[in-house]
């Protein structure tokens, strides 16, 4: 991998955590690594639902991508990268023995020379690396 796309993956994790924070989530950890790998974003949220409050924890994963017609960074997420996230997530929940609502989500982050889009996918896909 190239110095030049490391730059713009590190850059697109730190709009990520700052978007996901102006949406209500706080940032729990950023680059979690173990054996298996790593999550780019992990996020707390605590929600009132029907006057209970509910903590949700969403692993994100962050794409980003210089801007090219019909391809957009989400795309790369494939069956096995939801997988490894899965088998990853499992990892997280027993060493943290995470008692809460976890979900993954996808945030990409889209470049056009110095501009870009950024877009969250809550809830992207489930427990077994299905599509939501």
């Given at each position: 991998?190239?110095?030049q796309?490391?730059d713009?993956?590190?850059?697109?994790?730190?709009?990520?955590?700052?978007?996901?924070?102006?949406?209500?989530?706080?940032?729990?950890?950023?680059?979690?690594?173990?054996?298996?790998?790593?999550?780019?974003?992990?996020?707390?949220?605590?929600?009132?639902?029907?006057?209970?409050?509910?903590?949700?924890?969403?692993?994100?994963?962050?794409?980003?991508?210089?801007?090219?017609?019909?391809?957009?960074?989400?795309?790369?997420?494939?069956?096995?990268?939801?997988?490894?996230?899965?088998?990853?997530?499992?990892?997280?929940?027993?060493?943290?023995?995470?008692?809460?609502?976890?979900?993954?989500?996808?945030?990409?982050?889209?470049?056009?020379?110095?501009?870009?889009?950024?877009?969250?996918?809550?809830?992207?896909?489930?427990?077994?690396?299905?599509?939501?």
């Amino acid at each position: 991998m190239t110095q030049q796309r490391i730059d713009l993956g590190k850059k697109s994790e730190s709009i990520a955590a700052d978007f996901l924070e102006k949406q209500g989530w706080s940032i729990l950890e950023r680059n979690y690594r173990c054996t298996l790998g790593e999550i780019d974003i992990i996020a707390e949220r605590i929600d009132e639902v029907a006057g209970a409050f509910r903590k949700t924890i969403a692993l994100v994963e962050v794409k980003s991508r210089r801007r090219r017609p019909g391809l957009r960074p989400e795309h790369q997420m494939t069956l096995g990268k939801r997988r490894r996230l899965v088998r990853l997530a499992k990892s997280y929940i027993r060493a943290r023995r995470v008692r809460a609502r976890v979900r993954f989500d996808v945030v990409a982050v889209e470049w056009n020379a110095e501009e870009y889009v950024v877009r969250h996918h809550e809830s992207a896909f489930d427990a077994n690396g299905h599509v939501t």
